[in-house]
């Protein structure tokens, strides 16, 4: 058994005063403040302990979809339902980690499955982030 490991990255153009969103069904998010007009993502995937078949089987069956839509940009990241309705432990050893920048004035909501796998780091302006988890008080 083995990591086996992938890296997702898109960017976006985008003004101030957009939106990032991020659901997420696990692992953790740093977002920073950046100069300039655009988000840029980076998504680290790593699958621990698993030979090179099922650590792919695992990485393709968890999609990690990016859009935007006018000034809101959107992460969107989850197991197939498909997928997972067989074997609910099937992903365990999947770990995700979101690094993200954004313009200096910038909207922030992220959404969680919301556990002891979530962090957020914010550099500059906590301000404008809302976290939301299932286990939150709303």
Do not use: C
Not at 10 to 17: I, L, M, N, T, Y
Not at 109 to 119: E, N, P, R, V
């Amino acid at each position: 058994a083995r990591d086996v490991e992938d890296h997702l990255s898109r960017s976006f153009e985008v003004k101030p005063g957009g939106k990032l969103v991020v659901e997420a069904d696990r692992g953790s998010i740093e977002v920073k403040s950046a100069q300039g007009e655009r988000v840029e993502i980076q998504v680290l995937r790593k699958v621990s302990r698993a030979s090179e078949a099922k650590g792919r089987e695992v990485l393709e069956n968890h999609e990690v979809n990016f859009s935007k839509e006018g000034n809101t940009v959107r992460v969107h990241a989850g197991f197939k339902k498909e997928w997972t309705s067989v074997w609910s432990n099937k992903g365990r050893n999947l770990h995700v980690q979101y690094l993200i920048s954004v313009p200096d004035r910038f909207n922030v909501d992220l959404k969680t499955a919301g556990d002891s796998m979530f962090w957020l780091q914010w550099i500059l302006q906590p301000e404008a982030i809302q976290p939301h988890s299932p286990n939150a008080s709303s």
